[in-house]
């Protein structure tokens, strides 16, 4: 039994604990896998792969090759993958696209092997478990407003592959993990949103209890691939291009001037949906009449003029309450691994409070 | 136990090998990620008092599926396969 101090005044004393109590947080996201473990009890490390995976023909590349080059692979059934970044990479060379062991948020069925490549990928990022049991807490979408499925089974295989690796699973709602991350300031009572690739997350807190939480699945692969239709460009030249030169705030090329169309759309999509779940909410918890901030986190965030755009569409929206303040996370593509990292730490701070009573 | 595989979909799943060097990696101090912590601690417990005590979600530790015998099917195509993940990265090397 690890023994806790009764009251805890500075970061000190939860380092000591974090130190004697190891947890990890896993953001498990469509394009990167992000992890967060705590080194000592005084410094958090943060490990990041993208989440895409390519297989090699042998014929071509020799496994010497992929050796000498640090290229980041998997062999599998004898069959060679190339993942991460590497495959990124190759697929350039070649011509061709990577493939995805998720999509929309959750596990990508049409991909056979996608779910031992996500084992390989998660092993490496956070290896086995320091202790028996130590507890990785792992992000899950919501269940999307917009489309049919649900979370339920990709939760389940996620799940899986921890307790596998000797982890003691805990999920989380990603979008809650976005206001465990950010939202301290507000005493964790606003929005958290993230702009991910395969969803959008969104979840009302309300002094760090999840009010309501949902998705879309107009997140940054589904704005691709409109701008790609309308355009008649290949989907992935438009996320280069999107990643690298899109600006929505002075929009010059007709790439720029789709994004800002689809973009725009996407956020009063998104907005009159959270105005609607508002006023429910504010039904039953009139404190939220104060207002609530709104903070956005996730890889999209990081195009220019992101939020500019989507301060501008909230002004056109009707809130039952004031919007506090509009703002971009801090560490956008690091968000929701450092929630989940503090969600298994609270989580298991009081748990052992409660076992001690 | 040829049929218990079926259900994974791919049939015999060997991970060879594992190769992954060089993983993006960064340190943070934790200090402020652990006052946040602290603060939300404090709200639960405020929150616990208040209310009647909330129950936690207080999972116990899954034994090593490799070991278990009762799993069947793809939860012990995972296990395995997962078995042999870690097994290839001790062998080959993480990069870690
Ligand atoms: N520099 C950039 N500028 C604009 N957009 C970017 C940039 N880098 C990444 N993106 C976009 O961010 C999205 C990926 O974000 P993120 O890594 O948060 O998603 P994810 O967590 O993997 O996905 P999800 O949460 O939906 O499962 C993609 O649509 C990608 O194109
Ligand atoms: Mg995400």
Redesign the interface.
Known sequence: MISMPDS?SR?GD??AI?RKYPVKGLDVGTMNLVSAT??G?????????RHVFLEIDRNIFAEKV??DQ?????????RLFA??DSAFDIAKRMNTTVKRPMKAGVMNYSE??G??IL???I???I??ARE??E?CCYSIPSDPFDAKFNVIYHKG?IA??L????Y???AFKEAQAVV??EL?PE??TGIGISFGGGMINVSLNL???NLFDFASIRGGDWIDENVAMALDLQQSRITDMKETEVDLLEPKTRVDKAMVIYFKDVFSYLLKAISKRLSLSLEKHPELEEGVTIVSAGGSVQSRGFIELFREEARHIRFPVRINDLRAGTDLL?TTA?GC??NA???Y???EK?ERR | MEEERKP??????????????????????????????????????K??KQEK?AA???????P???KSQTRGGF?FL??R???L??K??KEVG???
């Open positions: 805890l970061s939860l380092s974090a705590d080194i009890g005084k410094e958090l490390e943060l490990r990041k792969i992929f050796k640090k290229i980041k692979y998997a062999e599998i059934n004898s993942l991460g056979n092997v779910e031992i084992s390989v990928m092993h490496s990022l290896g086995g028996g049991g507890v295989i899986d592959v307790s596998s690796m000797g003691t699973p805990l465990y991350s301290a005493q964790f002094l760090g209890r690091n450092k990292f503090i730490f609270t989580k701070y009081l748990k409660n | 994974y979909g791919c049939g015999n799943i060997e991970v060879n090998s594992v190769h992954i060097p060089g993983i993006q990696s960064e340190r943070i101090d934790i200090s402020k990620d652990l006052d946040n912590a602290l603060e939300l601690i404090l709200l639960m417990q929150k616990t005590p936690l979600p207080v999972p116990k530790p899954e090593m599926p490799q939860l995972m296990g396969a997962a078995g993940v870690a290839a990265f993480s990069g870690r």
